[in-house]
Structures are given as structure tokens and as C-alpha cells.
T-cell receptor, first 111, second 110 residues
Framework: DTGVSQDPRHKITKRGQNVTFRCDPI?????LYWYRQTLGQGPEFLTY????????KSRLLSDRFSAERPKGSFSTLEIQRTEQGDSAMYLC?????????FGPGTRLTVT | GQNIDQPTEMTATEGAIVQINCTYQ??????LFWYQQHAGEAPTFLSY????GLEEKGRFSSFLSRSKGYSYLLLKELQMKDSASYLC???????????FGKGTKLSVIP
């Protein structure tokens, strides 16, 4: 068990470009979550998967954001037409019961 | 909706005890979590309360009162490495997402 991993760890992109992040959960965890965190704030929920099914999605989530978990293992989060306000740390977490275990995050900077 | 309040910053002395409070309002309660987050790192799980009372885990304890919408995290024998942000998070009934507070930045001084 190597924990939750995320790739890349850092991403700098220009406004208007698309970006995709990957998350590999802890192997036996069937639940996977995406959160976004900005400086001085707690993580903000984006979306949740149980196996390959996307069961919850934040109402605050723009249509530019989409997430997949095609085989119930790794997940991808794509942001289309990035904006400067998308700059944040994107955290992935996984769980099998109550507590969620977080990955190291992908720090996105939109210039 | 849910609302979570916790102090923004606290300072405590090495070796001392500190209590970080969290109050919450939620339409349906299904668990309260505490996480530790060092600057630039991901949150790490500390404790989980779903029933009233105190949960003890080494130097860390967490208390919950569902009727008061109140929890605290108690850190004993503070060490310099305990300097971090402490995040309170609530899970609502029928949901798996966590709603986090803004975190309490704890500074441990010699």
C-alpha cells in the first residue's frame, strides 16, 4: 500500500488551455473523491465516485470541469478553458469506510 | 446546507495542552472528522466521531456533542512538529462528501 498518488504534482498553464490530472487511489478503496483547496481555506468538495459511478457532484462545479473513473480504479479530472480563478491545489482522496485518505495534490497555476 | 466554525489561529507552548474547538450546523449529521495539514502538504486523518463522547488516540483526543453541534480536538504534550493547520470536517446524512471548516493554524512555540 503506497497511499494515494497524484500526477502531476505541479502544473502551470495559460488561461484558456485544457488540463488533466490523474489520481490513483489506495488499491482496495472503492470510493474516490476530488476536492479543491485555495490558500487559507479548507478543502472544497468537487465530486465523488463509488467504483466507476459518479454519485455526487458539487452544484458549484462549473461545466468546464469533468471527472471520470472508467474502470473503478484511477480517476482523471479535466478542466477545460482554464481561468485564473481555477488556480488552486486539487486534492484526491480515497476511502473504504469513514475516513478519507488524501493524496499529495496537484498544484495548478493558471497564468 | 452546512456551516462550520473554528478559530483561525492559536498559539501554544511546547509541552502544554491545547484545545481546538469546532462548531457546526448541518441538516443531517453523519460524522465529524479532524485532519492535520502541514503547510504545502495534504491533510492527514486524525480522528472520527459519530457518537457523543471522547475518542482518545495517543496524544490526540477528540470530543463530540451532537446536541450542541460541538467538537474539540485536544492535543497533549505539544511538540514543535504539531505546528500545522487543523481542519474540522462534517459528513451529512446520505452523503459521502466532507464539508471542511477553514482550519485552525496552530503555532507551537518553545
Amino acid at each position: 500500500d503506497t497511499g494515494v498518488s497524484q500526477d502531476p504534482r505541479h502544473k502551470i498553464t495559460k488561461r484558456g488551455q485544457n488540463v488533466t490530472f490523474r489520481c490513483d487511489p489506495i488499491s482496495e478503496h472503492n470510493r474516490l473523491y476530488w476536492y479543491r483547496q485555495t490558500l487559507g481555506q479548507g478543502p472544497e468538495f468537487l465530486t465523488y465516485f463509488q467504483n466507476e459511478a459518479q454519485l455526487e457532484k458539487s452544484r458549484l462545479l462549473s461545466d468546464r470541469f469533468s471527472a471520470e473513473r472508467p474502470k473503478g480504479s484511477f480517476s482523471t479530472l479535466e478542466i477545460q478553458r482554464t481561468e485564473q480563478g481555477d488556480s488552486a491545489m486539487y486534492l484526491c482522496a480515497s476511502s473504504i469506510s469513514g475516513e478519507q485518505y488524501f493524496g499529495p495534490g496537484t498544484r495548478l497555476t493558471v497564468t | 446546507g452546512q456551516n462550520i466554525d473554528q478559530p483561525t489561529e492559536m498559539t501554544a507552548t511546547e509541552g502544554a495542552i491545547v484545545q481546538i474547538n469546532c462548531t457546526y450546523q448541518t441538516s443531517g449529521f453523519n460524522g465529524l472528522f479532524w485532519y492535520q495539514q502541514h503547510a504545502g502538504e495534504a491533510p492527514t486523518f486524525l480522528s472520527y466521531n459519530v457518537l457523543d463522547g471522547l475518542e482518545e488516540k495517543g496524544r490526540f483526543s477528540s470530543f463530540l456533542s451532537r446536541s450542541k453541534g460541538y467538537s474539540y480536538l485536544l492535543l497533549k504534550e505539544l511538540q514543535m512538529k504539531d505546528s500545522a493547520s487543523y481542519l474540522c470536517a462534517v459528513r451529512a446524512t446520505g452523503s459521502y462528501q466532507l464539508t471542511f471548516g477553514k482550519g485552525t493554524k496552530l503555532s507551537v512555540i518553545p
